[in-house]
C-alpha cells in the first residue's frame, strides 16, 4: 500500500489534483482509494444532524451549516485528544493494508492500493502518514487569489498548517512535494503528469533517498519564474554597480538580464533549466564580443 496525502488551503483544488491521481493511477494499474482523514468527522457531523452517514447530504442541504459543524465539533474532539480523529484514520489504513493483502486472491494480476487524501490539515496527520509508505504533497495557490480569501472561517485552526506553508511560515521541511495551482487546468495537468511516476512511487526513489541535487530541488519544490526573477535582482544589481563597468558594458548587462526575464516569463526557460547553466550561458552570449568582460556567478 502506498500513500499520498496532500494539503493546502480551502479551495485551492486539492480534490481536483486527487481526481486527476486517481485517473492516472487507474491506467497505471493501482487500485485507487480514497480515504480521508475527515470523514470519520463527516459522518459524526452528519449523524448529529439526522443524516445518518450521509454527509455529503447534509453538506449539499446546508453548505455553510456543515463547515460550521466540522469545525466546531472537530475542534472539540481534539481539544479533548489532538489525535482522536488522525487514530481514526490510521484504523481505517491498516483495515486497507488487510484488504490489499486479500483482495486479488486468484487473479492473474494483483494491484497495489493507493490510497490519496485531500484534506491534510493538521501537523499530526502529516505524523501519521510516517507510519505508512507514502508521499505529502503541498498544494500552494501562489499568486492566484482564491475565493473567500477574506472569510471568518478561514481563520479556524483547521486553515493554520497551510496559511502558514503558503506564506513560507511553518517551521522545517514539512511538506515531500510542493505544487502550484495558479495557472490553467491544463497546466495542472501537464504538472501531474511530469511527476506522476515520483507521485504514485513508480520510482526509485521511493526506496531511496531522493536526489538532493539543486535541479532536484527545483523540480520538488516547483520552483516558480517568479521566484528565480526575484532571486537574480541582487546578482543583476551587483554586476551594474561594478565601478569598472564601462557604459556600454553595463548597458549589455542590463539587456542580458532583461532577456533572460523574457526568456522565463515566455516560458522558453523553465526554472530546473536554470541549475544547467542555461542563464549563464545567455549572458555569456551577450558578451561574447567583449575578452575584457565576465559575470561571475554567485555560490
Keep these: 500500500m502506498y500513500v499520498i496525502v496532500l494539503g493546502g488551503m480551502a479551495r485551492v483544488g486539492k480534490t481536483e489534483v486527487a481526481d486527476m491521481l486517481e485517473n492516472i493511477a487507474l491506467e497505471s494499474g493501482f487500485f485507487p482509494k480514497r480515504v480521508s482523514f475527515a470523514q470519520p ?3 459524526a457531523v452528519a449523524a448529529e444532524h439526522g443524516y445518518g452517514k450521509n454527509w455529503r447530504k447534509f453538506k449539499s442541504d446546508k453548505p455553510e451549516l456543515y463547515r460550521e459543524q466540522c469545525q466546531t465539533i472537530g475542534a472539540a474532539r481534539r ?5 482522536y480523529w488522525v487514530n481514526l484514520w490510521v484504523e481505517r489504513l491498516n483495515k486497507e493494508q488487510g484488504i490489499e493483502l486479500r483482495r486479488d486472491d486468484g487473479k492473474e494480476n494483483w494491484r497495489e492500493t493507493l490510497v490519496i487524501v485531500d484534506d491534510c490539515r493538521y501537523e499530526n496527520e502529516l505524523k501519521a502518514l510516517n507510519l505508512f509508505d507514502g508521499l ?8 492566484r487569489r482564491l475565493d473567500d480569501i477574506d472569510a471568518d472561517w478561514r481563520t479556524h485552526e483547521s486553515e493554520r498548517l497551510a496559511m502558514l506553508s503558503e506564506t513560507g511560515g511553518a517551521e522545517g521541511e514539512l511538506w515531500d512535494w510542493w505544487l ?3 495557472g490553467t487546468p491544463e497546466q495542472l495537468k501537464a504538472k501531474i503528469e511530469e511527476r506522476a511516476k515520483y507521485f504514485l512511487g513508480n520510482h526509485p526513489s521511493r526506496f531511496a533517498d531522493p536526489c538532493d541535487c539543486e535541479a532536484c530541488e527545483a523540480f520538488r ?23 569598472t563597468l564601462t557604459d556600454e558594458q553595463r548597458q549589455r548587462v542590463a539587456e542580458a538580464f532583461a532577456k533572460l526575464r523574457d ?3 515566455s516560458g522558453e526557460l523553465s526554472p530546473v533549466d536554470f541549475f544547467s547553466g542555461a542563464w549563464i550561458d545567455i549572458l555569456g552570449e551577450a558578451m561574447d564580443d567583449d575578452e575584457d568582460f565576465d559575470i561571475e556567478e554567485d555560490e
Design 79 to 83: 481539544a479533548e485528544d489532538p489525535d
Design 136 to 143: 505529502s504533497v503541498f498544494v500552494a495557490a501562489g499568486e
Design 221 to 243: 519544490c516547483d520552483i516558480q519564474p517568479s521566484e528565480l526573477m526575484d532571486a537574480l535582482k541582487p546578482l543583476e544589481e551587483k554586476s551594474l554597480s561594478d565601478p
Design 180 to 182: 502550484y495551482n495558479d
Design 41 to 43: 468527522l463527516k459522518e
Design 263 to 265: 526568456k522565463l516569463e
